[in-house]
């Protein structure tokens, strides 16, 4: 699963979003954003859900206002997006395949070119 501070780096390296534009789209500071990364604040589970559903919908929809910098990465469609999430969530890749009917390989791929770090084992 990934944690806070690996999801606002994804999000600020796919999409160029910075850690104060979540902050104000979940109507909290920069500095919690900051104490989040560290670890030294955790997320009640209302705001973590409203973190997760952002997280979900950037990976789903990118960038709702345009972007600073330009991308080379193409949008991440609906299913990779579900992908990319549950593999977020520590879904195994057998897990994943048998959810959405396809093989553990075709996962593995997906996740490759969407460059998700690798699982830990």
């Known amino acids: 699963m990934k944690t806070i501070d690996e999801m606002l780096r994804d999000l600020k390296g796919r999409f160029g979003i910075s850690a104060s534009?979540?902050?104000?789209?979940?109507?909290?500071?920069?500095?919690a954003i900051s104490r989040l990364r560290s670890g030294?604040?955790?997320l009640s589970p209302d705001k973590n859900a409203q973190f997760h559903a952002i997280y979900a919908r950037y990976l789903r929809e990118g960038p709702?206002?345009?972007q600073r910098k330009t991308s080379t990465r193409p949008a991440?469609?609906?299913r990779h997006a579900e992908i990319l999430v549950m593999a977020s969530e520590g879904k195994t890749y057998e897990e994943i395949g048998a959810a959405l009917g396809i093989s553990r390989q075709r996962v593995q791929q997906i996740l490759?070119?969407?460059?998700?770090p690798p699982r830990q084992r």
């Open 21 to 31: 534009e979540i902050a104000e789209e979940m109507g909290i500071n920069k500095a």
């Open 40 to 42: 030294t604040l955790s």
């Open 64 to 66: 709702q206002k345009p």
């Open 76 to 78: 991440v469609s609906a």
């Open 112 to 116: 490759a070119q969407h460059n998700a």
